[in-house]
């Protein structure tokens, strides 16, 4: 039976949220080395990431692994009708906490998200089929929807995978191109 997306929402948070700190780490390690496997097999040099909070995965090893290797890096801002912007961004650039604890560059640098080669997209709930349920909000179906052509990816804990059957999908969501799922 399908859970409504808050409930959903509570069930992820709270499994991420007992998650064990050596099985956590063992993940995002794994997710890092799949997300630059993957780098390699395609051409981009633009990419947009999210500046994670716990009980997220942490993305921010790859953030600077990224940099490390010259890639542009754009984290999302918040815009007025739950639009995102994306601004650019590198270690120790000044960051800002706005609404629901995203963290974003202070800076009013902003570039295009259709010159986005890449986003990764967070989400707490993902199925098979690329479909997410997020903080809530839908920020990132709107800009998905914008951007059809743009490669998405999202870096997944097990424990986030819900039954294609089970995850609640109206019909404004957006999947995600690619997942890639802990081992």
């Known amino acids: 039976m399908k859970k409504d997306k808050q409930t959903l929402r509570l069930d992820i948070i709270n499994k991420l949220q007992h ?4 099985q956590r780490h063992q993940w995002e390690s794994d997710l890092k080395q799949q997300f630059f496997e993957y780098l390699q097999t395609i051409n981009v040099q633009r990419m947009a990431l999210f500046y994670s909070f716990h009980p997220e995965v942490n993305v921010l090893p790859i953030l600077e692994e990224l940099e490390a290797q010259g ?3 754009y984290l999302p801002c918040l815009a007025p009708n739950y639009q ?3 601004a650019p961004y590198q270690t120790g650039d000044t ?3 706005v609404y629901r604890k995203v963290v974003q560059p202070k800076t009013d640098q902003r570039l295009e998200p259709e ?3 890449l986003i990764i997209v967070p989400g707490l709930a993902f199925s098979r089929n690329g479909y997410r349920v997020g903080f809530g ?3 990132y179906d709107r800009l998905l929807a914008k951007l059809p052509t743009t490669k998405t990816v999202s870096l997944v804990f097990p ?3 819900v039954d294609n059957d089970l995850l609640p999908v109206e019909s404004f969501d957006q999947p995600v191109k690619k ?3 802990a081992r």
Do not use: A
Request: glycine share 12%; charged share 20%.
């Open 95 to 97: 960051l800002k906490t």
């Open 115 to 117: 010159q986005l080669d």
């Open 71 to 73: 890639y542009e890096v």
């Open 179 to 181: 997942l890639f799922i």
């Open 84 to 86: 995102l912007e994306f």
């Open 137 to 139: 909000g839908g920020y």
């Open 159 to 161: 424990i986030q995978m």
């Open 19 to 22: 998650l064990n700190g050596e």
